[in-house]
């Protein structure tokens, strides 16, 4: 069955801190993969999603995420974090090429300090 | 823009009524979807449909039904709402193949008492 495992609960950083969230993806098979963020008392937006080419994707707002297949991850990234960054993450993954679900992560929530 | 609109942002119910929670969405999505989010479970699918009158269960679809009569617009029915349905409920869609992800809701938090 496919899942995806995100490493951690909450982080607590400080401004121009640099981030990364974790996440892992089980699945044998060919996958899409998306990172969605959900800002306090706001709906869950798009932040960048990897379908094909390039591993390094880059998104919205200055983050990115780096596929490595050979590990299963797609880790989330961003060199300087700021206050407004405060949200929810989420990660998810989509069997390819089928109307598959979107299968998410149980979600880290960013804390940054001003 | 697609949007995906949810008829309420918040509903309190009681024990054992029935709950109808609406989504329509204004861009001919072939597939919508049916989620709760809870505290440190993430989204949980609850039930999907890939096309009118067509309804595939989630992971956790128990005590839950969905109807869609039209393209546009997916419910999901509570048949006999109970205190642990308490979540937030979001509706989600998307476009026919499995290229693009999803464009949800604002989401529908539901207190049972």
């Known amino acids: 069955a496919q899942s995806v495992s995100q490493h951690n609960h909450h982080v607590i950083l400080s401004e121009a801190a640099s981030l990364e969230l974790g996440c892992n993806y089980s699945?044998?098979?060919?996958?899409?993969l998306f990172w969605y963020v959900q800002y306090p008392g706001q709906h869950l937006q798009l932040l960048l999603k990897y379908f094909s080419g390039d591993p390094l994707v880059k998104g919205i707002k200055g983050f990115e995420a780096e596929f490595i297949k050979s590990k299963f991850s797609f880790n989330l990234r961003k060199p300087s974090v700021q206050w407004s960054d405060t949200a929810e993450y989420f990660c998810a993954s989509q069997r390819k090429g089928s109307q598959g679900n979107l299968i998410f992560g149980k979600g880290t929530k960013l804390s940054v300090k001003p | 823009d697609v949007k995906v609109t949810q008829s309420s942002r918040y509903l309190v119910k009681r024990t054992g009524e029935k709950v109808f929670l609406e989504c329509v969405q204004d861009?001919?999505?072939?597939?919508m979807f049916w989620y709760r989010q809870d505290p440190g479970l993430g989204l949980r699918l609850i039930y999907f449909?890939?096309?009118?009158?067509?309804?595939e269960k989630g992971d956790i679809p128990e005590g839950y039904s969905v109807s869609r009569e039209k393209k546009e617009r997916f419910s999901l029915i509570l048949e006999s709402a109970s205190t642990n349905q308490t979540s937030m409920y979001l509706c989600a869609s998307s476009q026919g193949t499995a290229n693009y992800g999803y464009t949800f809701g604002s989401g529908t938090r539901l207190t049972v008492v």
């Open positions: 449909s890939y096309d009118v009158k067509m309804k």
């Open positions: 861009m001919d999505h072939e597939n």
């Open positions: 699945y044998g098979g060919t996958v899409n």
